[in-house]
């Protein structure tokens, strides 16, 4: 299941009026496709279109989003931290004491975080209910803060070490071996291990979660991190500082391509108008190892998501329908599949039954195919997802 938030669905056009008059839509067909002018998309905006591409003050959050794809699935650290907890954009220093301690903001706003992004996972889903792993779980949080510079992100991580242990007197250090530059303490007796390491511009934190408290262990959980971490970093290449308002929000026009409600006053933020790899979708997975799989088969290298729907960018058509049949097949037994509309080729669509969560899922998702792209729309009502899934498939013709 890739858990996505849920986000108030717009007003949508329910006169009979509006959905006859919104069914004509631009474009020509091509041999073998509908005749996109005569789906039914009601309301929804479906010819070619493009964002504002300056950045403007959201160059970090954009930055921020290039970086995801440089941080580490849990299952990349060990194929036993399978269970993805998600991931997590943090744009700002008050983000960022999700993560860390909350006497950690001011060293954050004196050395100038300028983004972070989160990967979190664990060997076993959390207990039915709960939002924190059990006991008896191994967990990771995987951390990574960018700052101006190496000084200030070494100045960042050895203030941060050093707020973290004064939080308790029963904190002690430990040291690792494999990587000696790593600020490392836990309290004997807790199963837990908090680390920050400054590599470059950025700081690594993590926080560790064993089964028993054990010193040892817990560092050598560090150490097998850091060390599928650090290599990573070390291929991605940061923007200059004074570089970031020069990023394009939708380069590749791949926001432009997801259908949506309104299509005024997106902003970049991570969560509802956002570009990340494949990555992304790993940690959002119950089986990390099989999500990185399909990704690595069908050739993902971008998914952009506008509000909560979401358009994702494979290696050609048959990766599409490769796509749709993993995804389906790993959204849970909560969701029961129920026909598509047939005018649009290749749609799949789920609805919730009584085993979901209607505060975390919408009732109906569904997934549509074109060329080498898989929309994936949501919401509430039939009448309007199905118009959705028309007006999905109808901009993506549109937008080639």
Same mark, same amino acid.
């Given at each position: ?28 067909? +091509? ?235 997106? +902003? ?133």
């Amino acid at each position: 299941m890739v858990r996505i938030s849920r986000i108030a669905l717009a007003a949508a056009c329910i006169g009979l009026a509006g959905v006859v008059t919104g069914c004509s839509v631009p474009g020509t067909p +091509t041999a073998g496709e509908p005749d996109v002018r005569k789906l039914e998309v009601g309301t929804y905006q479906v010819d070619r279109h493009k964002y504002p591409q300056d950045a403007g003050s959201n160059g970090a959050v954009l930055e921020g989003m290039r970086m995801s794809e440089f941080v580490v699935p849990t299952v990349r650290v060990d194929p036993v931290l399978n269970y993805g907890r998600g991931s997590t954009l943090i744009a700002t220093a008050e983000d960022a004491i999700d993560f860390l301690a909350n006497v950690s903001k001011p060293i954050l706003e004196n050395r100038k975080m300028i983004v972070g992004y989160a990967a979190i996972g664990a060997d076993r889903p959390d207990p039915p209910g709960e939002k924190r792993p059990s006991r008896e779980a191994t967990a990771v949080t995987n951390v990574v803060l960018r700052f101006p510079d190496e000084a200030a992100a070494k100045l960042a991580a050895r203030e941060l070490e050093d707020t973290d242990l004064a939080v308790s007197p029963d904190n002690r250090r430990l040291e690792s071996t494999k990587f000696p530059d790593s600020y490392n303490h836990w309290r004997p007796g807790i199963p837990t291990i908090g680390t920050f390491m400054a590599y470059k511009e950025f700081v690594i934190s993590l926080f560790v979660q064993r089964p028993k408290a054990d010193g040892p262990d817990l560092l050598s959980w560090v150490d097998k991190t850091l060390a599928a971490q650090v290599p990573a970093l070390d291929k991605f290449q940061a923007t200059p500082q004074n570089k970031l308002g020069t990023l394009k929000v939708d380069p590749d026009g791949l926001l432009a391509r997801v259908a949506v409600t309104d299509r005024k006053g997106h +902003t970049p933020d991570g969560t509802s108008f956002a570009i990340y790899g494949a990555n992304f979708m790993i940690s959002s997975s119950d089986d990390e190892g099989v999500r990185k799989r399909l990704m690595e088969e069908t050739g993902v290298d971008r998914v952009a998501i506008v509000d909560a729907s979401s358009v994702t960018r494979v290696r050609d058509s048959a990766a599409a329908e490769k796509l749709i049949t993993g995804l389906i097949g790993s959204a849970g037994s909560q969701f029961d599949p129920i026909g598509a509309p047939n005018d649009v080729p290749g749609a799949k669509c789920l609805e919730l039954n009584s085993k979901g969560d209607p505060d975390r899922e919408y009732k109906y998702r569904c997934y549509v195919p074109y060329k080498q792209y898989v929309g994936v729309v949501t919401s509430d009502k039939e009448p309007d997802v199905r118009q959705k899934v028309a007006a999905q498939y109808a901009l993506l013709a549109n937008s080639l």
